[in-house]
């Protein structure tokens, strides 16, 4: 037997109608079920939803082909389009339905596993399971299909495909009882195989192939003629029945419209918030940066200030005031003994000497030593300046003799 997948393709790329009624033919009564009990019962309007369902597959043929699993997607597209049908005053029924359900199966836990009780829950249930169970269990009950068929359909093995629809039914067990409902997972599994799968009415299959190529087939008014021609084989009325269906076919459109639109705004503002959490962390990241360099500068002047203020300041003068003091001391001793008063002469000269460069010396740091030996050189009587110069920066260095001829050129 072809397989949807190929059945589907078939008519996705070459438009085999064959291929088309085949699926329709297969499917129509998983389909129709889920209608009809989604529907409390109206066999009218399950008939209806059926034929917008695979007109939607005829439609989506091309973008479906290869990436679905069939009885899947029908299954999940009858329920959307009973979801859409029963919006206004179905809906309220369903409710007043489903609220007498429940206060039926709390006052007599016994009544549990009667069909009729658990019908108006058990697709609601359904929605809950994940989409692989709830695969799981279309596959099996819906879709009448066994376990190695389900196996294969999902890519896992028989004994895995077995294990996966225990676990689903054993969670629609769990949602039972949440409802007060007792009963088995065995029990509900006999419920399903004798009660979920539904019989559509005889003709049904073709016409509802027919109508739905005849969409895909035409446009606008068209459309409208086509319809009108699928409706009549129904022994519908045709005018009544072709504008409702067309009415209700593009309200079905309309709806999926607006669910894209919203999907794509979510997406968009999702990505909005993404792209202003990753700029305020750059911006944070930024401001810290902003701020280590703003530190490492400050400290950069800091240093810089510090190695000024060391530059400018003076060399302590301390040697110098030292030696000054300890001639002065000897220059008051031998002023008082008369025989020593040329030694006082000349330590006089001395000390004067040493006054006229103690600029010289504090600005070169020289050391007590250094500064006798400088006096030394400088205060003998009678030697030409050149001379002394010349001895100075033997004996302290170019640079040094530099300082001292500019420091003598500016009148020291």
Known sequence: MTDDAELLRGYAQERDESAFGELVQRHVNLVYGVALRRLGGDAHGAADVTQQVFTALARRAPSLSGRVLLPGWLYGAARNLSADFVRSEHARRAREQEAHTMHELDSNPSAAA???????MLDNMIDE???????????????????????????????????????????LHALLARRGVTSTSAALAAILANQAAATAPAGLAASVAGAALSGMAVNGAGALAALIASMSASKVSMSVAAAGALAVATAVYQSVQAHAATARLADA?????????????????????????????????????????????PASAAPVDDINAKYREIVNRLA???????????????LKMMEGYRPLFAGLGFTPEQIERAVDILETPGKPVAQAQAEFRAAFGETTGNRLAEFSSDGG
Do not use: Y
């Not at 009667?114 to 108006?120: F, I, T």
């Not at 389900?150 to 676990?167: H, K, Q, T």
């Open 129 to 171: 399971l994940s989409a692989r169970d709830r695969e799981a269990v279309v596959l099996r009950f819906f879709a009448q299909r066994s376990f190695a068929q389900i196996g294969a359909a999902l890519n896992v093995s028989e004994d895995a495909a077995r294990m996966r629809l225990e676990r689903a039914l054993d969670k």
């Open 114 to 120: 009667k069909w009729d009780e658990v019908r108006p």
């Open 336 to 350: 008082q003994n008369d025989p020593e008063l040329p030694k006082a002469q000349a330590m006089h000269r001395r």
């Open 269 to 313: 503002h999702s990505e909005h918030r993404a792209l202003v959490a990753r700029f305020a962390n750059l911006e944070t990241s930024v401001s810290a940066a902003e701020k280590e360099r703003a530190e490492h500068e400050a400290a950069l002047e800091r240093r810089r200030a510090e190695k000024a203020v060391a530059v400018a300041t």
